[in-house]
């Protein structure tokens, strides 16, 4: 219908052709063609077959050939979303020290508007303290046992010192950098569950755990007899909430904290110490509770997911850090005592998504791109300063409910004209 509109070469034509008349899958392209061309062809035949002509999602600055390799399948080109900093943000952390813009890609209007707010009042009242607790990223496959006096076997088995020594020497043979630093057992009938647990330094590690963890699969078939049914049995958990990651910890667990001074919360949220108490405790408290929720949080997905996306993360770890944990205390003092937990934060500084250009840009604004020269600090750094911006959504969102300014917010910033 388009093709006319487009300068192809006799082979570009022919293979074009080939994958119009289905003699070519979509996803064999590039057993003919180089990535670029790969990509240009795939779009016009999806342009035949919806009969349309596309205007924008062509036009991008990545990386075909590295993007096809590590990031994508069937590429046909690229989806923008709008790029905004909030800050300065003053972080007081252990591997993040200093005041940071915080890139965040989003298409909801008034969310940088938000954390740049929140960023202000933490800054102005002297950053956010904040500090990561656990740092282990999890795979957990599960085996089949004849019966539960085996699985009882099994299960001592796993525990045994000796046992983990093995498993840590076969895991670690896959990796550079991950370690192996506890097996869990958990037993459901005769359906065993190993709750493997590694530090994967600065990587998110998902891929790098689950090669070793395969593994120590192979390791225990060998030596206990135990039928591995899958290798990953949902005890993970990956990308679900899940009360074993809000207890135990998944990824990064990280804790950010600030006392605001009543005069601030007056000058900047235009609100009192003790109105955003009384909507913390009925909204992230209270409310969470009686709904069932797994986060007790005002909007810290809305942080996490903008953030994720402008840095390469796995977007679709969202579901694990939206699990956190707003409390707001008042003190002697009449300041607001906030603070934000974040029990289940993968984030990785290499790896996945992190190497696309314009991710990088923005890991390069916060100074983490790539590998600490201490492995493993760069992403513990991300963590500390993605659980401070968290914070500061956190603050904004509940001192403008307590003013009673959400509303007139989005109405100004997130709609538009109708």
């Known amino acids: ?33 180089d990535p670029v061309t790969s990509v240009k062809l795939r779009r016009l035949a999806i342009q035949e077959f919806v009969k349309l002509e596309f205007e924008n ?31 300065l943000l003053k972080v007081n952390g252990e591997y993040a020290n200093s005041e940071y813009y915080i890139p965040l890609a989003t298409t909801e209007g008034a969310l940088v508007a938000s954390v740049n707010r929140g960023c202000s009042v933490i800054t102005k009242s002297g950053g956010a303290n904040v500090r990561v607790f656990e740092d282990e990223m999890t795979r957990a496959p599960v ?12 299960y001592e088995w796993v525990k045994c010192p000796e046992i983990f020594e093995k498993m840590k020497v076969v895991a670690e043979k896959t990796t550079r950098f991950g370690k192996l630093l506890s097996v869990k057992p958990f037993v459901t009938g005769t359906d065993v569950h190993l709750r493997f647990s590694y530090d994967t330094k600065d990587a998110m590690g998902m ?38 990651s809000t207890i135990l910890g998944r990824g990064k667990t990280v804790v950010a904290e ?17 109105s955003m108490f009384e909507v913390n405790y009925s909204k992230n408290l209270l409310g969470s509770a009686r709904a069932g929720a797994l986060g007790f ?6 942080i996490i997911a903008a953030i994720y996306l402008a840095c390469g993360q796995d977007a679709a770890h969202v579901v694990e850090g939206s699990t956190a944990i707003t409390s707001m205390e008042l003190t002697k003092y009449e300041e607001i005592h906030c603070s934000v937990t974040l029990p ?65 917010a989005h109405a100004q910033l997130g709609r538009g004209k109708f």
């Open 1 to 33: 219908m388009f093709l006319q509109d487009y300068e192809l070469s006799e082979e570009e034509k022919v293979l074009l052709q080939k994958v119009l008349d289905g003699d070519v899958a979509l996803r064999k392209i590039e057993e003919f063609a």
């Open 57 to 87: 999602i062509q036009n991008f600055s990545l990386d075909v050939e590295a993007a096809s390799k590590k990031n994508i399948e069937n590429m046909i080109g690229a989806v923008q979303i709008p790029l905004g900093v909030a800050g």
């Open 143 to 154: 085996f089949k046992l004849e019966s539960v006096s085996r699985a009882k076997e099994f």
């Open 207 to 244: 891929n790098m755990v689950t090669i070793a963890t395969d593994a120590v699969m192979h390791l225990i078939e060998d030596e206990f007899g135990a039928h591995p049914i899958t290798l990953s049995g949902n005890m993970c958990t990956d990308k679900k909430p899940a009360s074993i």
């Open 258 to 274: 600030v006392t605001i001074p009543k005069e601030i919360i007056k000058e900047t949220l235009k609100c009192t110490p003790e």
């Open 297 to 302: 949080n005002a909007h810290a997905a809305n």
């Open 344 to 408: 289940a934060l993968p984030v990785g500084t290499v790896g996945g998504g992190t190497g696309l250009g314009t991710q990088r840009d923005c890991l390069n604004i916060l100074d983490v791109a790539g590998a600490g020269d201490v492995p493993g600090t760069n992403s513990k750094k991300f963590a500390e300063i993605v659980a401070s911006a968290v914070l500061a959504g956190e603050v904004n969102l509940i001192g403008a409910q307590a003013a009673g300014h959400l509303a007139r």
